[in-house]
């Protein structure tokens, strides 16, 4: 599927990317003032100060998009905090940008080839198909045969996003402290220190080449998936060179065309892996993005395509997340509140609501664990359960007001993705 945007250059240098955060600081400033004036003329529901207007929300999100990089990829974590960090029209807004960015301009591209290949690098082509196929915050993806006749998929990195991580991150970051755009006692300097930790890495395509590698011995001994070969002679740091695998997208399979036994299959498959990540493999690609899996009908495989957002977690904290799925499973309050606290959503100061609070929106949001027998992901209502429990317990009760620990960031946007993932498809599985 090629990328449904009009090119657009990639702002390269420090100054030039700052300038792009301060045009955003002043266009929320101004459209602030606009919808102020405009509320002395209109009622404005309660809690929806002008600050979170759908037209600030929607002048942010473009702004964002149009850096791409660090800045991109900030607003799409921001945005994975949930509904009961960011106003809704924010949390809508911003989860635009997980959706796709703006390809470079065909100028633009030559020049980062040439860099990592060198004068006359088009001579290791026999075709190469300059629309890419996909556009994301780090890099897009060219489909293109090799002189030997190989089918790849290149994943060049746009110019400038590996450097501009630090400054990025902290001028997003600053941004949103300036305009106290989050409402809850969210740590912004951890959850920076934690995108920025990511963010180098995802850049680092040797290192993503590594994960490949490993991940593939991981799911050697699971036939219902595909891992593309890296090919190393065609790889560098901000080029990763893979097998181009053709298929159907996951998202396709969610129509009636699908038989009811296929999309279970797909979401057993899907949900028996992420387990084994967590606990037994240590190692979890964290963006279970739609555009990061494809679907093989002939073999009913599923392609995985991604992993520059791969994480490694350690024994200990792998063994609280079994001693919290076990606490779950048993209906063990007790053990679930000890458990919590030594991750970090609970501490000894905050209050017994408090902690029932969160153990209630825990045991909540783990209902496919508690339930026996296949959970129906896309009639459980559970998103939007969730969603309204968090709402009233930090709006009208006052609790829940502070986020989780920063290190728990892209595990819980595997959790919640997956299941999102598995309610699109309309799956049925036994996660218990």
Request: proline share 6%; aromatic share 6%.
């Amino acid at each position: 599927m090629k990328s449904p945007r009009k090119p657009a250059a990639v702002p390269q240098t420090r100054w030039g990317r700052l300038a792009r955060i301060g045009i955003a600081a002043a266009e929320l400033a101004a459209g602030t003032a606009i919808e102020g004036l405009r509320g002395l003329a209109r009622p404005t529901p309660p809690g929806s100060p002008a600050l979170f207007s759908a037209g600030n929300a929607r002048r942010l999100a473009k702004r964002l998009a149009t850096m791409r990089g660090a800045a991109m990829k900030l607003g799409q974590m921001i945005s994975l905090q949930g509904d009961d960090v960011l106003p809704p029209e924010f949390a809508q807004a911003l989860a635009v940008l997980r959706s796709g960015a703006a390809p470079m301009p065909p100028a633009q591209l030559h020049r980062v080839l040439g860099r990592e290949y060198g004068k006359g690098w088009a001579s290791r082509f026999e075709d190469f198909d300059e629309e890419p196929v996909a556009a994301a915050s780090i890099g897009q993806v060219h489909r293109v045969r090799a002189r030997d006749g190989r089918d790849i998929a290149l994943k060049i990195q746009y110019p400038g996003v590996a450097r501009s991580i630090d400054s990025d991150v902290d001028n997003v970051a600053s941004l949103l402290r300036l305009f106290s755009l989050l409402p809850v006692e969210l740590d912004v300097s951890a959850i920076a220190a934690e995108a920025k930790r990511q963010l180098a890495q995802e850049a680092d395509y040797l290192q993503e080449a590594r994960f490949i590698e490993t991940y593939s011995r991981w799911v050697a001994d699971e036939p219902a998936f595909v891992v593309p070969r890296v090919h190393a002679d065609l790889t560098t740091t901000r080029i990763l060179a893979m097998d181009f695998i053709e298929g159907v997208p996951l998202e396709s399979l969610s129509s009636d065309n699908t038989s009811q036994a296929e999309r279970d299959a797909i979401g057993s498959h899907m949900e028996r892996l992420m387990f084994r990540e967590l606990f037994e493999f240590r190692l979890m690609q964290t963006d279970p993005n739609f555009a990061n899996y494809l679907y093989l009908p002939a073999s009913r495989r599923i392609a995985l395509l991604d992993f520059g957002a791969t994480q490694a977690f350690s024994e200990a904290f792998v063994a609280n997340y079994v001693r919290v799925t076990r606490a779950i499973v048993d209906d063990d309050r007790e053990a679930l509140s000890r458990a919590v606290a030594d991750i970090g959503y609970i501490d000894a100061a905050d209050s017994p609501e408090a902690v029932r609070a969160v153990l209630d929106v825990i045991l909540l949001v783990c209902e496919p664990l508690r339930h026996r027998g296949r959970y129906d992901f896309a009639a459980s209502g559970l998103a939007a359960r969730a969603r309204t429990l968090t709402l009233d317990l930090v709006m009208r009760q006052g609790l829940l007001r502070r986020a989780p620990p920063a290190e728990t960031m892209f595990l819980h946007r595997k959790l919640v993705g997956s299941f999102l993932l598995l309610a699109r498809l309309g799956a049925r599985v036994d996660a218990r």
